[in-house]
């Protein structure tokens, strides 16, 4: 009987093993997951509300209507918009499935939610930044957390609060950027990421400050029909400063 009673826990215990193994996903399926979720976003339009707190920088709230059009176009209202982290300001998850190779690199409680820790790394040498971390939130499928290391020195870190538009697209509803200085001389890799060896030409040129840039996303407009002039003016603009 007691022979009998091993047999059968140790049957529950492979079956309940093998149910948990079925029920974690694969970094691709995690991509594709949260990809669906934004795949039906063609563009948008949404009022910027955003407030800098950075060394060495001083400036006021600033308020700007922000546009957007996949693939990855991007315009502001207001040239003040131009010092924001372009990496986080809108993630198109199938760009990050394009030209990332992704991987899970564990799970982690944040705020009480259960969140998937994936690491990044570029396909391509020309793809900046060359890696991230990305933590999602499987309730909504939406990137809850970025980290990156865009250049020697400097350590960029993203949190995102997400709310449903329209009853059918989960979107940014505030982004949170924090910038800090990485120790020149430290022995332990930040991020579990490696940094650059040296910086990029154009990397040079950019002071090392510390501080933060929080968003708020308001009043958006989905899928109204951007038209590609409303970008290529912004392209013009630059061209001729």
């Given at each position: 009987?007691?022979?009998?009673?091993?047999?059968?826990?140790?049957?529950?215990?492979?079956?309940?093993?093998?149910?948990?193994?079925?029920?974690?996903?694969?970094?691709?399926?995690?991509?594709?997951?949260?990809?669906?979720?934004?795949?039906?976003?063609?563009?948008?339009?949404?009022?910027?509300?955003?407030?800098?707190?950075?060394?060495?920088?001083?400036?006021?709230?600033?308020?700007?209507?922000?546009?957007?059009?996949?693939?990855?176009?991007?315009?502001?209202s207001s040239s003040s918009f131009a010092m924001l982290p372009r990496e986080g300001i809108v993630l198109n998850p199938s760009l990050?499935?394009?030209?990332?190779?992704?991987?899970?690199?564990?799970?982690?409680?944040?705020?009480?939610r259960k969140l998937y820790r994936l690491a990044l790394t570029a396909k391509e040498a020309k793809v900046r930044p060359s890696q991230?971390?990305?933590?999602?939130?499987?309730?909504?499928?939406?990137?809850?957390?970025?980290?990156?290391?865009?250049?020697?020195?400097?350590?960029?870190?993203?949190?995102?609060?997400?709310?449903?538009?329209?009853?059918?697209?989960?979107?940014?509803?505030?982004?949170?950027?924090?910038?800090?200085?990485?120790?020149?001389?430290?022995?332990?890799?930040?991020?579990?990421?490696?940094?650059?060896?040296?910086?990029?030409?154009?990397?040079?040129?950019?002071?090392?400050?510390?501080?933060?840039i929080t968003v708020k996303y308001l009043d958006y407009k989905v899928n109204v029909g951007i038209s590609d002039d409303v970008f290529?003016?912004?392209?013009?603009?630059?061209?001729?400063?």
């Open positions: 009987m007691r022979l009998w009673r091993i047999a059968v826990g140790f049957v529950l215990v492979l079956a309940i093993s093998v149910q948990c193994a079925a029920q974690v996903l694969k970094a691709p399926e995690i991509m594709k997951n949260v990809e669906r979720g934004f795949e039906k976003v063609q563009d948008f339009v949404a009022t910027i509300e955003a407030s800098v707190d950075m060394e060495r920088v001083r400036i006021p709230k600033i308020t700007a209507t922000m546009y957007f059009k996949k693939p990855d176009k991007v315009h502001f990050l499935r394009e030209r990332y190779e992704a991987k899970v690199s564990g799970e982690e409680v944040v705020d009480g991230l971390l990305l933590w999602i939130d499987p309730s909504v499928w939406t990137i809850a957390r970025m980290e990156t290391v865009p250049y020697q020195g400097r350590v960029l870190r993203f949190s995102f609060t997400h709310a449903l538009q329209a009853g059918s697209f989960w979107l940014p509803e505030t982004m949170k950027a924090t910038y800090d200085v990485a120790a020149a001389d430290s022995s332990v890799k930040r991020l579990d990421l490696d940094m650059p060896a040296s910086p990029q030409p154009d990397d040079v040129r950019r002071p090392t400050r510390s501080g933060s290529e003016k912004r392209d013009e603009a630059s061209k001729t400063k």
